[in-house]
């Protein structure tokens, strides 16, 4: 393979757990709740899917924020909309706190790598195979690559937000072969959805899809990215 591209959350990285974020976000704006509360709240949060990259809304999304809800990925303006719409279904001690907290999952601290994310974006540059980061996103996942010191092993971002349109749009894969100067039939797709990173197929590349795992779950997920590289 000439090139891999990457899915971001599910695939490299994983978002902090609903009550991980949730603490956080208390704590930084003075606010406090119960154990007992934090923990229904945290599970509320998470059935009406608030957290971005964490679990889809497990009931059903409101009537005013459904509309939002199926392109949120093109924009910053419809990805806040839609995840704070969301949030605004669960009662919380300050309503601005679901602003805070749309803030707070896009902090590096809110994320970590795979164990093996490292090891394997390392192995492909060190081969000489160019890898780049395609996600369907509503902000700058950037400072996130380069926090956690991962941003020199990648060769290109091709974010949905940036371009107004979504995995699986094949467009979004075909600029990323474009920016890394590979030919789609050499390149491989790495991702965790298999309808949105199915998309890569269109156009002739590989996939390899991993599971969507807590990162003490997944240690060795994507290895089998290096032999299937080359």
């Given at each position: 393979?000439?090139?891999?591209?990457?899915?971001?959350?599910?695939?490299?990285?994983?978002?902090?757990?609903?009550?991980?974020?949730?603490?956080?976000?208390?704590?930084d704006?003075?606010?406090?709740?119960?154990?007992?509360?934090?923990?229904?709240?945290?599970?509320?949060?998470?059935?009406?899917?608030?957290?971005?990259?964490?679990?889809?809304p497990?009931?059903?999304?409101?009537?005013?924020?459904?509309?939002?809800?199926?392109?949120?990925?093109?924009?910053s303006?419809?990805?806040?909309?839609?995840?704070?719409?969301?949030?605004?279904?669960?009662?919380?001690?300050?309503?601005?706190?679901?602003?805070?907290?749309?803030?707070?999952?896009?902090?590096?601290?809110?994320?970590?790598?795979?164990?093996?994310?490292?090891?394997?974006?390392?192995?492909?540059?060190?081969?000489?195979?160019?890898?780049?980061?395609?996600?369907?996103?509503?902000?700058?996942?950037?400072?996130?690559?380069?926090?956690?010191?991962?941003?020199?092993?990648?060769?290109?971002?091709?974010?949905?937000?940036?371009?107004?349109?979504?995995?699986?749009?094949?467009?979004?894969?075909?600029?990323?072969?474009?920016?890394?100067?590979?030919?789609?039939?050499?390149?491989?797709?790495?991702?965790?959805?298999?309808?949105?990173?199915?998309?890569?197929?269109?156009?002739?590349?590989?996939?390899?899809?991993?599971?969507?795992?807590?990162?003490?779950?997944?240690?060795?997920?994507?290895?089998?990215?290096?032999?299937?590289?080359?």
């Open positions: 393979m000439a090139a891999v591209l990457f899915d971001f959350s599910g695939t490299l990285f994983r978002i902090e757990s609903t009550e991980s974020w949730l603490r956080a976000v208390l704590a704006s003075d606010v406090s709740l119960s154990e007992p509360e934090l923990t229904r709240t945290a599970k509320e949060l998470e059935a009406v899917g608030a957290l971005p990259g964490g679990a889809l497990s009931v059903p999304v409101p009537d005013g924020v459904a509309p939002q809800w199926g392109i949120r990925d093109q924009s303006e419809l990805h806040r909309a839609a995840y704070t719409g969301v949030s605004r279904q669960v009662a919380l001690p300050d309503p601005a706190l679901h602003d805070r907290l749309y803030d707070r999952h896009m902090s590096p601290a809110a994320w970590r790598p795979y164990p093996d994310t490292a090891e394997v974006l390392g192995a492909l540059r060190e081969r000489g195979v160019a890898v780049g980061v395609v996600s369907n996103i509503g902000w700058d996942l950037r400072p996130v690559f380069r926090d956690h010191g991962l941003d020199p092993y990648i060769g290109a971002y091709v974010l949905s937000y940036e371009h107004g349109i979504q995995k699986p749009d094949p467009r979004l894969f075909a600029t990323a072969c474009d920016v890394l100067g590979a030919d789609p039939r050499d390149t491989l797709m790495v991702g965790d959805d298999r309808r949105a990173d199915g998309g890569a197929a269109a156009l002739g590349c590989g996939l390899h899809f991993v599971d969507h795992l807590p990162v003490t779950e997944r240690p060795d997920g994507l290895r089998p990215v290096l032999d299937l590289a080359g």
